[in-house]
């Protein structure tokens, strides 16, 4: 039932780094993200997605942060580290740019070992002077 509900969607809600550089500060803020999520930290996870957060899974279903934070911190589910191939960033101004590549997810759910590979979009907007995350897009590679 994983389906890609763990797919990484890596971003943001660190605070700006120096101001003026927004690719290094989203990428750094991804980096972060990409942490709260193998680690379970859902504090952390709370502040890197935006309110109005939006989440398109695998199958095409839209979700919200609620769902998203509480399949990251599922007590049944364990996380290896991410692995991220052939990164890309797109800028979209001053204030939002996209982190994306191809992600490979890999650890256990109730026991069970799993193992998912997909392409990701995450799309991070500066909002009240820190990065976070207010969409994510993930397709799975078969």
């Known amino acids: 039932m994983l389906k890609l509900m763990f797919a990484l969607a890596l971003a943001a809600g660190a605070p700006a780094l120096a101001a003026g550089d927004a690719?290094?500060?989203i990428k750094a803020a991804s980096r972060a993200f990409d942490d709260a999520q193998l680690h379970k930290d859902k504090a952390a996870l709370d502040r890197f997605l935006a309110r109005d957060f939006k989440f398109v899974r695998g199958s095409g279903k839209f979700t919200d942060?609620?769902?998203f934070i509480a399949?990251?911190?599922d007590p049944n589910?364990?996380?290896e580290p991410?692995?991220?191939r052939d990164p890309m960033y797109v800028p979209l101004g001053a204030d939002a740019g996209i982190v994306g590549g191809e992600g490979i997810i890999r650890g256990t759910e109730s026991g069970k070992p799993f193992e998912e590979?997909?392409?990701y979009a995450d799309t991070f907007r500066r909002i009240d002077g820190r990065w976070q995350v207010v969409y994510v897009q993930v397709t799975p590679i078969r």
Do not use: C, K, L, Q
């Open 23 to 25: 690719e290094a500060e």
């Open 82 to 84: 991410f692995v991220i």
């Open 71 to 73: 399949g990251f911190t």
């Open 117 to 119: 590979r997909f392409r």
């Open 77 to 79: 589910v364990t996380f």
């Open 65 to 67: 942060r609620n769902e």
